[in-house]
């Protein structure tokens, strides 16, 4: 006997960027402001140039900016296909000539947002503790022309409620290295005059609060940086982020989605103009802007959680993980109706536990546009401009 529930629905899903940290099954859309995605075709703004203009990488920098756009976590949950990836983008950056004595110049200067760790839950006190969380933004400063070299690591919370800055002693022994210990830390909260010292007794942890740091490649434009740390971890660091990597991470983090999504948007207007396919793999949704139902059966039929995957042959499949072993499964077709739009229906479904199924009636029809596409990251509009941004899970298609 099946299970009947009927769902003639217009409702747009996409999928998105690249593999292994997304939200789970049951992660919660936020809401998308009626007005933000309407504002796309507005002319880009300076501001916009200007960052557009101001992110350089050639074209072996881009392929580790590739293998890392998507990994939740900075490392911490990437897949064995994700760290291959990543690490292969990284010895061919080693091998080739960034800026020869790194510690010597310039370009070191700044502050670095850590983008991923080979070890995010070893190492420092601040990693153990916060480099796997996506909810926080972690930064590296290093100054080490002024009197009072420093190297420091940042977490920081959120603009509202502040960060925790742990700092160390620097000094440079040779082009590549810096020794540094760590002699102090506070917590610095936006409500409070004050800041509150971090309870770490470096003075007691005697070797444990010294290191050395060798940054192995140092970009000739300077916005990129990859480093190696004496407990056998590997940094990999950005001073400017590219549009998917903002995009991402508004998501993660849940702050300033709307606006990350009109940025990206706007930056890819022309990308958007041109005709995009629907790009066969698995992905996973991992932001929209309708909010889940009370009902997960009615969220899943309209594919407001879970995976969705999409085969060469016009099939699309939605699967769910509802609870040990149990899922489940819708599957339909799709026909591009223009160039950036397609006709979905979906109306085969079933809960299936091991090699039994539940058939459930239902039927959910979809008008999907792609409002940006590539093998990395999807973003889709349908019926009252519903969006939604899904990730590649399966890794990055081969061209």
């Known amino acids: 006997m099946a299970l009947k529930f009927h769902a003639a629905i217009n409702l747009s899903l996409q999928l998105s960027p690249s593999p292994t940290l997304f939200a789970p099954s049951f992660c919660k859309p936020r809401k998308l402001l009626k007005s933000s995605v309407k504002k796309t075709h507005v002319c880009q703004s300076s501001l916009v140039d200007e960052q557009q203009q101001q992110i350089s990488f050639n074209e072996q920098e881009n392929q580790l900016i590739n293998a890392l756009v998507g990994i939740q976590g900075r490392g911490k949950s990437a897949s064995p296909q994700q760290l291959n990836e990543v690490g292969l983008a990284v010895k061919v950056l080693e091998g080739l000539e960034g800026v020869s004595e790194p510690t010597g110049s310039n370009l070191i200067e700044g502050r670095w947002q850590l983008m991923f760790t080979t070890r995010p839950g070893t190492a420092s006190p601040i990693q153990r503790t916060f480099v796997g969380v996506d909810f926080f933004s972690v930064f590296q400063e290093v100054y080490l022309r002024t009197n009072d070299p420093r190297v420091s690591n940042i977490v920081k919370f959120s603009n509202a409620i502040g960060e925790l800055k742990v700092e160390a002693a620097a000094t440079i022994e040779n ?77 993660w983090t849940g702050t300033g989605v709307l606006e990350a999504i009109d940025e990206f948007i706007k930056l890819n207007q022309n990308v958007a103009k041109d005709e995009m396919e629907l790009i066969d ?55 591009k109706s223009s160039p950036n739009t397609y006709d979905v229906k979906m109306d085969d479904a079933a809960i299936i536990g091991g090699m039994f199924g539940l058939p459930v009636e239902m039927e959910t029809k979809i008008n999907l546009e792609l409002l940006y596409s590539d093998d990395k990251i999807r973003i889709s509009r349908g019926y009252k401009n519903i969006v939604f941004v899904h990730a590649r899970t399966d890794g990055t298609r081969q061209k």
């Open 175 to 251: 082009g590549k290295r810096i020794l540094f210990q760590f002699d102090r830390a506070a917590f610095s909260f936006k409500f409070l005059p004050f800041k509150v010292p971090y309870p770490v007794p470096f003075r007691l942890l005697g070797d444990e609060a010294k290191g050395w740091l060798d940054t192995t490649y140092l970009s000739p434009s300077g916005n990129l940086r990859i480093s190696r740390g004496n407990k056998g971890t590997t940094f990999v660091l950005q001073k400017k982020t590219e549009p998917r990597q903002r995009l991402l991470s508004a998501i």
């Open 281 to 335: 793999g698995e992905w996973q949704m991992i932001w929209s802007s309708q909010m889940e139902t009370d009902s997960w059966i009615e969220n899943a039929g309209r594919g407001l959680m879970g995976k969705q995957i999409v085969t060469k042959n016009g099939q699309l499949k939605f699967v769910v993980d509802i609870l040990l072993g149990v899922r489940f499964s819708m599957t339909g077709t799709f026909v």
